[in-house]
């Protein structure tokens, strides 16, 4: 009997814990391959075991599983010295990337495109990694593969690489200077460090396309990791808050090469909102100006919690301290850049935006824990605007501001203890994700109650 493949997709802003449902999905057994379609570096996701976190940013989220093929497709921005890193810190934790394939249409991410990430990036809030520069030189025909510095027989092609390299220098150099202020690049650098890297990395270059096609025919079942959420789609999130690729199904055609319809398309939806970085939130909990400022904590520092003074503001129902909250609890800091994400209740419009968008037809709700103790839930199931209520996410995002979110009020419950399975859950829990599915309209199918593979309940 034929496996069914699964999708992966964000249905937020990113964040909702698309690394644990694929690991779990992975564990539970029954996928054969795990493929990232779209983004780089700029995604964090994140694994927790018995031994601690494992923190994946390029690397598909069924390395730690030695039977799975992992594969990083064409859509994917790679950043070959940072994939070596990332190759490297795992081995240090045991786990072999023998199995890890990499495309040889990837566009990299070259020295270049990180430094205007990182002088233009900031009025958007990016995370630095280069993505959306890169992305902008593949459609302006500039961009440098990974088939160009390594060929199909796994060689590294130096004499092409290195005019390569020296041609985008020259022209980059220009712009660099002139309008950036920025040092010069090395080309013969450049060509010395990516060539070490080409060295650890060779061995896994090839076709992914025609190898995706043949896994398919071998009877494989995948599971497609997508990256982001739908609401930084480059054409359907809060232009121009957005990242540069298309997230969901989408993406997963493009950067695969293959005209696949996985059976399974599991959006995953945190249990509130979370964004990290500029842009627009509808139902974000306080003003942002006031958001912007706080709780910036240094990678390996103890995460601010709230004291009670603070707690009975946020229960007295003060938005702010709620946010707070919410970020303190959830433990709400970038796995990439270690930033404070911005907190709010869960928003339906958007969710139900990427259902549409992937044809989502199962949910896995994450961290439901997070809302312990909390008495009053509120949930966005509409915005109003000009006195209409619409349950479509707006174009004209520079109006967003003037979109009200329209909440529903749902009971909140003291814990959920140790609940093995669903129906072990307080019964407001459970009402909570029962509303959720009605509006959502599409199944919860996992509940997820805590960070570990262990912490999820099946329905
Ligand atoms: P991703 O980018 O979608 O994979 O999500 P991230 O890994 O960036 O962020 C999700 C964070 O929430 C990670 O630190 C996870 O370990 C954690 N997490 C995932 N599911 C749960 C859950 O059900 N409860 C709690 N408390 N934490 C969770
Ligand atoms: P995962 O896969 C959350 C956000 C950045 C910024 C915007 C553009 O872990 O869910 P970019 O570097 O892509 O040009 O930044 O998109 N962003 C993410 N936010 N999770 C992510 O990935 C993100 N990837 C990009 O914060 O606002
Ligand atoms: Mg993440």
């Given at each position: 009997?034929?496996?069914?493949?699964?999708?992966?997709?964000?249905?937020?802003?990113?964040?909702?814990?698309?690394?644990?449902?694929?690991?779990?999905?992975?564990?539970?057994?029954?996928?054969?391959?795990?493929?990232?379609?779209?983004?780089?570096?700029?995604?964090?996701h994140?694994?927790?075991?018995?031994?601690?976190?494992?923190?994946l940013?390029?690397?598909?989220?069924?390395?730690?599983?030695?039977?799975?093929?992992?594969?990083i497709?064409?859509?994917?921005?790679?950043?070959?010295?940072?994939?070596?890193k990332?190759?490297?810190?795992?081995?240090?934790?045991?786990?072999?990337?023998?199995?890890?394939?990499?495309?040889?249409?990837?566009?990299?991410?070259?020295?270049?495109?990180?430094?205007?990430?990182?002088?233009?990036?900031?009025?958007?809030?990016?995370?630095?990694?280069?993505?959306?520069?890169?992305?902008?030189?593949?459609?302006g025909?500039?961009?440098?593969?990974?088939?160009?510095?390594?060929?199909?027989?796994?060689?590294?092609?130096?004499?092409?690489?290195?005019?390569?390299?020296?041609?985008?220098?020259?022209?980059?150099?220009?712009?660099?200077?002139?309008?950036?202020?920025?040092?010069?690049?090395?080309?013969?650098?450049?060509?010395?460090?990516?060539v070490?890297?080409?060295?650890?990395?060779?061995?896994k270059?090839?076709?992914?396309?025609?190898?995706?096609?043949?896994?398919?025919?071998?009877g494989?079942?995948?599971?497609?990791?997508?990256?982001?959420?739908?609401?930084?789609?480059?054409?359907?999130?809060?232009?121009?808050?957005?990242?540069?690729?298309?997230?969901?199904?989408?993406?997963?055609?493009?950067?695969?090469?293959?005209?696949?319809?996985?059976?399974?398309?599991?959006?995953?939806?945190?249990?509130?909102?979370?964004?990290?970085?500029?842009?627009?939130?509808?139902?974000?909990?306080?003003?942002?100006?006031?958001?912007?400022?706080?709780?910036?904590v240094?990678?390996?520092?103890?995460?601010?919690?709230?004291?009670?003074?603070?707690?009975?503001?946020?229960?007295?129902g003060?938005?702010?301290?709620?946010?707070?909250?919410?970020?303190?609890?959830?433990?709400?800091?970038?796995?990439?850049?270690?930033?404070?994400?911005?907190?709010?209740w869960?928003?339906?419009?958007?969710?139900?935006?990427?259902?549409?968008?992937?044809?989502?037809?199962?949910?896995?709700?994450?961290k439901?824990?997070?809302?312990?103790?909390?008495?009053?839930?509120?949930?966005?199931?509409?915005?109003?605007?000009?006195?209409?209520?619409?349950?479509d996410?707006?174009?004209?995002?520079?109006?967003?501001?003037?979109?009200?979110?329209?909440?529903?009020?749902?009971?909140?419950?003291?814990?959920?203890?140790?609940?093995?399975?669903?129906?072990?859950?307080?019964?407001?829990?459970?009402?909570?994700?029962?509303?959720?599915?009605?509006?959502i309209?599409?199944p919860?199918?996992?509940?997820?109650?805590?960070?570990?593979?262990?912490?999820?309940?099946?329905?």
């Open positions: 009997m034929k496996r069914p493949s699964v999708l992966i997709a964000g249905a937020q802003f990113g964040d909702e814990g698309k690394g644990k449902i694929v690991d779990l999905l992975v564990q539970k057994g029954d996928l054969d391959v795990v493929v990232r379609f779209n983004g780089g570096a700029n995604a964090g994140t694994i927790v075991l018995d031994d601690g976190k494992y923190p940013h390029l690397i598909p989220s069924g390395i730690l599983h030695k039977e799975t093929i992992n594969i497709a064409a859509g994917v921005v790679l950043d070959p010295l940072f994939l070596v990332e190759i490297e810190n795992l081995k240090t934790r045991n786990i072999s990337c023998d199995n890890l394939f990499i495309s040889d249409r990837a566009h990299m991410v070259m020295p270049w495109h990180r430094a205007l990430d990182a002088a233009q990036g900031g009025r958007l809030g990016t995370t630095a990694k280069g993505i959306g520069p890169t992305y902008e030189d593949r459609a025909r500039r961009g440098i593969r990974v088939g160009d510095m390594i060929d199909e027989n796994g060689q590294i092609d130096l004499e092409h690489f290195s005019q390569r390299v020296r041609e985008v220098c020259a022209e980059k150099n220009n712009l660099f200077q002139k309008v950036h202020n920025l040092e010069p690049l090395d080309p013969e650098a450049i060509i010395k460090e990516f070490a890297a080409a060295e650890v990395i060779k061995g270059v090839r076709d992914t396309g025609a190898m995706i096609a043949d896994l398919i025919g071998q494989k079942s995948f599971l497609y990791e997508g990256a982001q959420g739908s609401l930084l789609d480059v054409d359907w999130g809060t232009y121009p808050y957005v990242t540069s690729s298309s997230v969901g199904l989408a993406g997963c055609y493009v950067g695969t090469g293959n005209c696949v319809l996985p059976e399974v398309r599991m959006g995953v939806v945190k249990a509130y909102g979370t964004r990290v970085g500029e842009g627009h939130f509808p139902a974000e909990l306080g003003a942002y100006e006031r958001i912007k400022e706080q709780d910036k240094a990678p390996g520092g103890s995460l601010p919690h709230l004291t009670p003074e603070e707690q009975q503001q946020a229960l007295a003060d938005d702010y301290w709620m946010g707070r909250w919410l970020r303190a609890v959830g433990a709400e800091y970038g796995t990439t850049t270690g930033r404070p994400r911005r907190c709010g869960l928003d339906i419009v958007a969710v139900r935006q990427a259902v549409r968008m992937s044809g989502l037809n199962q949910i896995a709700l994450t439901l824990d997070v809302l312990d103790g909390i008495p009053k839930l509120k949930v966005c199931v509409a915005y109003e605007y000009q006195g209409k209520r619409t349950t996410f707006p174009a004209r995002i520079h109006h967003l501001h003037d979109y009200k979110p329209v909440f529903e009020e749902l009971e909140g419950w003291d814990t959920l203890g140790k609940a093995t399975s669903f129906d072990e859950l307080p019964e407001q829990a459970k009402t909570y994700v029962k509303k959720l599915e009605e509006w309209g599409v919860i199918k996992i509940v997820s109650v805590g960070s570990h593979r262990a912490s999820s309940l099946w329905r």
